[in-house]
């Protein structure tokens, strides 16, 4: 494992090179976004003037909220990318989280202000005028959002970036914003009815919906959140294939930022390997979880299966038929028994759906009424992986 930790600078070339790759695309993906919008921004601030048109303003400040969520999603993996420190010893890749929730507070903004200008709007109608020339401007700057935020969203979805994909989920959105009020131009252009205030109002909602979204998504990362079973599943299945181990428990999973994940686990192995053997095992699963995974075990704690007794055998799968007979006691592990100094320990993982006191002491009381003479020891695990 020596040299996946000296590497830890994000830990080998391998992975110091998908980070980087991860950081060109979500610059260079920001880079493209900032400049469309920018452009936009002026087209449609000029057509807004010349027609009139409130809703045609709002939608280019709106594309300048787009440009400066850009600009703030690539400072934010600028910052995530410097070199652990002193005081950051795991990096700075939870800056991206910050990021997300500075991008999502934009969004709502967005949503906010383009709903009060519609009321505005809706309380006092301005009298637009659409030329020829002003409905091509707008027909053509809906392909080009369209467009720019599949792009963005894509790309989002490529790095795993959560700012990235809620730019571009914010594009999409002023895609049909821009939409609606291109389709109100053209039914004021031939008929003089105004609807886009209206129409305005009601995307307008939707805006302020996705940037809610995206903020509480965001935060379930901040908060810590339970991490997805496929990865756990995986992460577990690799370590089970290491001959001797006979299950693995108790994995936690910590996030520092995106592509950025260290965990740690128990491990049940038979009581007669020695140290040096343990060691070697260890060293192994580290190495083969962290390339197969991209996880970073950063400790590996062991549970001795008793392998020497068969009346301890015995023991330990009553005892497991006893703990599991429950509905919220998910699962039994770590068992070990002293027949000779009647001592017997092991874990238990419960449900959120008991307190944890009252299912440990009904755990307690029933083991010791069928073991009365022996010390028992239940440690609870919370469910925190699948």
């Not at 452009?39 to 045609?56: D, E, H, Q, W």
């Not at 894509?154 to 009020?181: P, T, Y």
């Not at 690799?238 to 181990?245: G, K, L, T």
Request: proline residues 2%; negative net charge.
């Amino acid at each position: 494992m020596s040299e996946i930790k000296t590497s830890m600078d994000h830990t080998s070339e391998e992975y110091v090179g998908e980070l980087n790759d991860r950081n060109r695309v979500i610059v260079k993906t920001s880079v493209i976004g900032i400049v469309t919008n920018v452009i936009l921004v002026i087209f449609k601030l000029t057509v807004g003037l010349l027609a009139s048109s409130i809703s045609v303003i709002l939608d280019g400040v709106n594309n300048l909220t787009d440009a400066v969520s850009s600009i703030v999603t690539i400072v934010g993996t600028k910052i995530a990318n410097r070199k652990p420190d002193k005081k950051h010893p795991l990096g700075h890749g939870r800056i991206e989280y910050i990021t997300a929730m500075v991008v999502a507070a934009i969004i709502i903004y967005a949503g906010i202000t383009a709903g009060i200008k519609s009321v505005q709007n809706i309380i006092r109608p301005s009298d637009a005028t659409y030329g020829i020339l002003s409905l091509m401007v707008m027909f053509v700057a809906v392909i080009v959002k369209i467009v720019l935020g599949t792009y963005v969203k894509k790309q989002g979805v490529r790095a795993k970036s959560s700012a990235l994909e809620g730019s571009g989920k914010d594009a999409l959105f002023d895609a049909i914003l821009s939409g609606s009020v291109f389709v109100c131009a053209i039914i004021t252009y031939f008929t003089q009815l105004r609807l886009e205030a209206y129409v305005g109002l009601i995307i307008a909602g939707f805006i302020v919906k996705a940037g809610l979204e995206m903020m509480i998504e965001t935060l379930d990362f901040i908060l810590g959140k339970r991490a997805d079973s496929e990865t756990t599943k995986k992460i577990k299945e690799v370590i089970c294939r290491s001959e001797n181990v006979r299950g693995a428990y108790d994995l936690f999973i910590t996030n520092y930022g995106p592509e950025r994940n260290y965990a740690s686990v128990h491990i049940e192995i038979p009581d007669t390997m020695t140290v040096d053997e343990v060691d070697v095992l260890t060293r192994e699963i580290e190495k083969n979880v962290y390339l197969e995974t991209g996880v970073i075990l950063t400790g590996v704690g062991v549970y001795s299966f008793n392998t020497k007794d068969d009346e301890a055998a015995k023991i330990r799968n009553h005892v497991s038929e006893i703990v599991l007979a429950n509905d919220w006691a998910i699962q039994m592990h770590g068992f070990y028994v002293d027949l000779k100094e009647k001592f017997m320990r092991f874990d238990t993982v419960l449900s959120f759906d008991i307190p944890q006191k009252e299912g440990l002491e009904m755990l307690y009381q029933t083991v010791l009424k069928e073991y009365p003479d022996y010390n028992v020891i239940i440690t609870p695990d919370v469910d925190i992986s699948d």
